[in-house]
């Protein structure tokens, strides 16, 4: 079996592409809805998740909260977020992408997460 992803956005449209994307490529896909959702899940799979992708603008827990939650909990989890407003400054270690994004952007952005 493939690596695990936890995909992260509150729009359903990006989710599922995402998901294809992915899926595509030989990852099993976890959804969740926001930040929170996330953290369950996390809590659930531990250790059985391999790379967290995220939105970064969510409502209840936004994507800057939960990468700095999941840095402290799980250092090893690679990150990588996606937003439509890219403020580099803003962001640590986590790698990120700006939405909108292609197929093969995505792609090449989760090996080099994980590479």
Not at 75 to 80: A, D, E, T, V, Y
Not at 83 to 92: D, H, I, L, Q, T
Request: aromatic share 6%; hydrophobic share 50%.
């Amino acid at each position: 079996m493939g690596k695990s992803v936890l995909v992260v956005d509150d729009e359903p449209t990006i989710r599922g592409f995402v998901r294809r994307v992915l899926e595509s490529e030989g990852f099993q896909v976890i959804e969740a809805v926001d930040g929170l959702d996330a953290m369950l899940k996390l809590r659930e799979l531990a250790g059985n998740i391999d790379a967290l992708v995220s939105d970064v603008k969510m409502p209840r827990m936004d994507g800057i909260s939960l990468a700095n939650t999941v840095q402290e909990l799980y250092p090893k989890l690679p990150i990588l977020l996606m937003s439509g407003f890219v403020e580099k400054a803003a962001f640590g270690k986590p790698l990120i992408i700006p939405k909108p994004f292609t197929a093969q952007t995505l792609i090449a952005a989760i090996r080099a997460l994980l590479s």
